[in-house]
């Protein structure tokens, strides 16, 4: 399904959208569909239809094996993971929209996106999972004044109908090095020990929430500390997952 500002669309394909439909949060048509338009809606589910690493929510190319190599050699501590879409054009604006320009209303958009593909590729999950978004580093908070994994946690919880654990969870002192300059395996060097989970979860399941997955190396972490803290499962659902172009080496 082409997008009409993308290429000359018929003008009777556009008949029948209300005059007073609200805009599509991303290209500015007026929707009748919601915050996003059918078009967008399209471009953003298409891709998150592809063949992915049930782990860590990887796009992979045809004919690939299940697992990717990162998750194959056991390197990731996630029973399953599920993205809304990936983190490329036009899904970038949505991310790019809520974090940067701090436009919160964006959190219901990406939330509802989220929850669609969790309830179609997501295992079931008990009423006593909680639902912990990973932290922020305290530099990023103080510039952008608010915690993104913490606001689409709360409002996947609500609409999985579970709980929502915004605050057991502390980052240890440690470097606050920008992430986005190590590669892979310096990634995850970092992040070891990076979290500590300040309740027990005996024998609960765990349901992390972040906003881009691009390594794996932050959720990794935390969930190997949820584990030390007794969870029996730990997934995660994430907006947008990095695709392998995008993947540092």
């Known amino acids: 399904m082409a997008h009409p500002l993308f290429r000359r669309e018929s003008p009777h394909r556009l008949v029948g959208i209300p005059l007073l439909a609200r805009p599509c ?3 500015g048509l007026r929707s009748q569909s919601g915050a996003l338009c059918r078009f967008c809606r399209h471009a953003l589910a298409t891709p998150a239809q592809d063949l992915r690493c049930p782990r860590c929510a990887l796009a992979l190319p045809p004919l690939a094996l299940l697992a990717c190599p990162d998750c194959g050699a056991g390197q990731l501590s996630l029973q399953a993971t599920v993205a809304g879409f990936d983190y490329e054009h036009p899904g970038d604006m949505l991310i790019h929209a809520f974090k940067i320009s701090r436009r919160l209303e964006m959190a219901a958009v990406l939330a509802e996106l989220m929850v669609r593909q969790w309830h ?3 295992p079931g999950l008990g009423p006593d999972c909680r639902v912990i978004p990973v932290p922020s580093q305290r530099r990023a908070l103080r510039r952008r004044g608010f915690n993104p994994a913490a606001v689409l946690a709360k409002r996947v919880a609500h609409a999985l109908g579970l709980s929502a654990r915004l605050h057991i969870v502390v980052a240890q002192p440690r470097l ?16 070891r020990g990076a979290f500590r989970v300040l309740e027990p979860l005996q024998g609960g399941d765990v349901l992390l929430v972040d906003d881009v ?4 190396a932050t959720l ?3 969930a190997r500390a949820c584990r030390v803290a007794g ?3 730990v997934y995660a659902l994430v907006a947008a997952r990095a695709p ?6």
């Not at 300059?181 to 970092?190: K, N, V």
């Not at 997955?213 to 794996?216: I, K, N, Q």
């Open 25 to 27: 949060v991303l290209c």
């Open 120 to 122: 179609r590729y997501g």
């Open 176 to 191: 606050e090095q920008a992430q986005k300059f190590l590669g892979r395996q310096a990634r995850r060097q970092a992040m």
């Open 213 to 216: 997955l691009t390594t794996g």
């Open 220 to 222: 990794d972490a935390l």
């Open 231 to 233: 969870a029996r499962s």
């Open 244 to 249: 392998w172009k995008l993947k540092l080496p």
